[in-house]
């Protein structure tokens, strides 16, 4: 079975620019859940979207989007990039609530 | 405070050596996660615990939902076990409130 596949695996955008992180969740998984580890900070929940839909979202200014396809697949979007912003992007699935709870293997973007 | 805090921020342990890292949270939880973050980042969920103890391998991993602690004890460590472990409390809405890590090396 396909664990939860994320693209691309780096990046590097310039400040101002606007990137956009994919995931994949496990087949059957209908929760994908975004986090964010800066560097030297610990991890910081993002958003979560359930059935397409966003069910709860982190502290994180307007500029930190995203959606949920019907395929259950998800985009985080990021716009007017800032260097704070360089981090690893982690993407996560689960069944209904926490069963199944399963990471990708994450995102590194880099702004300059 | 850390909703959810972890002790000791840094480990070092010789091969073989048993090893206890704790976790305290502070809000209501569903299910307390720990999680091995290996150098890259990728992140292996180890144990999701709601109540009691649960082992694997030489991992064991126990919690304390009166007291709102748990611990994740290593037997017989290895360097392969080198590693970030992260302790991590699902409360409300599934989302995750993670701890600060604690990064652990095993010398051999």
């Known amino acids: 079975e396909a664990g939860v596949t994320q693209s691309p695996t780096h990046l590097i955008k310039t400040r101002g620019q606007q990137v956009t992180l994919r995931c994949s969740p496990i087949?059957?998984?209908?929760?994908v859940y975004w986090y964010q580890q800066a560097l030297g900070l610990g991890l910081q929940f993002l958003l979560w979207?359930?059935?397409?839909?966003?069910?709860n979202r982190g502290n994180f200014p307007p500029r930190f989007s995203g959606r949920q396809f019907p395929n259950y697949s998800s985009e985080l979007n990021v716009n007017a990039l800032e260097l704070e912003d360089s981090a690893l992007y982690l993407c996560?699935?689960?069944?209904?609530?926490?069963?199944?709870?399963?990471f990708g293997s994450g995102t590194r973007l880099t702004v300059v | 405070k850390n909703e959810v805090e972890q002790s000791p921020q840094n480990l070092t342990a010789q091969e073989g050596e048993f090893i206890t890292i704790n976790c305290s949270y502070s809000?209501?939880?569903?299910?307390l996660h720990w999680l091995q973050q290996h150098p890259g980042g990728g992140i292996v969920s180890l144990f999701m615990?709601?109540?009691g103890k649960k082992k694997h391998g030489r991992l064991i991993a126990t919690i304390n939902i009166q007291e709102k602690h748990s611990s994740l004890h290593i037997t017989a460590s290895h360097p392969r076990d080198s590693a970030v472990y992260i302790c991590?409390?699902?409360?409300?809405?599934?989302?995750?409130?993670f701890g600060e890590g604690t990064q652990l090396t095993v010398n051999p």
């Open positions: 996560a699935s689960s069944l209904e609530g926490a069963r199944g709870y399963t």
């Open positions: 087949s059957g998984h209908t929760s």
């Open positions: 979207y359930d059935e397409g839909e966003e069910r």
């Open positions: 809000v209501g939880i569903s299910a």
């Open positions: 615990l709601s109540s």
């Open positions: 991590a409390a699902m409360a409300s809405g599934s989302r995750l409130t």
